[in-house]
């Protein structure tokens, strides 16, 4: 699998933007870039996905750099409830989702 | 509103004991994942299987962890004895096929080995 790099934390002041970044430069043409989110005591939560194009829903947006080796997570406007540990993983097509260790974001008040 | 669902949610065992976690994948989903989460190694594959095979369990300790998938709407993941270093949260996860395709998790079943 593809490995990712994250920081390991970040800060966020509520009501503003969170840019989550996330390199994956040994990332296959075929490899989806994938995000989940951990909240404490809680299994992981999808949050989107994307292949070359960038990917907005109702949660955030996802750009991806047009060589792919690397990618943004944007929480638009961040929220208390937003402060969990973020997850960017390369999916390949044996389909596993693998974890790394993720980046633990505190939304501040 | 469709869910994953995970029995039981706690369990506390004695060392030796077997103990067997459950899981309740999505309506239609044909791929279901087991992890293991502890503060030390993060969140550890442990099997997925498709359309009830496993495609592989290669992060299973095979002496002891088991995991089978009886029929389409249930996942079971068996420890025969247990230590207390198996002590962790266990998520099952379950998606449809595909690479692009989300896998939504359940809430954990917490275990403590004493």
């Known amino acids: 699998d593809a490995k990712t790099t994250q920081p390991t934390s970040m800060d966020c002041a509520e009501g503003r933007a969170a840019n989550l970044p996330c390199n994956h430069s040994?990332?296959?043409?075929?490899?989806?870039v994938y995000w989940y989110r951990q909240i404490h005591s809680q299994g992981p939560q999808y949050i989107i996905h994307?292949?070359?194009n960038n990917e907005t829903n109702e949660m955030a947006s996802l750009i991806i750099t047009e060589d792919r080796k690397s990618s943004t997570l944007i929480l638009p406007h961040a929220t208390l409830r937003d402060t969990a540990v973020y997850y960017c993983i390369v999916r390949n097509n044996d389909y596993k989702l693998s974890f790394g260790a993720g980046t633990t974001v505190t939304v501040r008040a | 509103d469709a869910r994953v669902t995970q029995t039981p949610r706690h369990k506390v065992t004695e060392m030796g004991q077997e103990v067997t976690m459950r899981c309740q994948p999505i309506l239609g989903h044909n791929t279901v994942f087991w992890y293991r989460q502890t503060m030390m190694q993060g969140l550890e594959l442990l099997a997925y299987f498709r359309n009830r095979a496993p495609l592989d369990d290669s992060g299973m300790p095979k002496d002891r962890f088991s995991a089978e998938m009886p029929d389409a709407t249930l996942a079971t993941l068996k420890i025969q004895p247990s230590e207390p270093r198996d002590s962790a949260v266990y998520f099952c996860?379950?998606?449809?096929?595909?690479?692009?395709?989300?896998?939504?998790f359940g809430q954990g079943t917490r275990l403590t080995v004493v």
């Open positions: 040994t990332i296959s043409g075929n490899e989806y």
């Open positions: 996860a379950s998606g449809p096929t595909g690479m692009n395709t989300e896998a939504f």
């Open positions: 994307g292949l070359k």
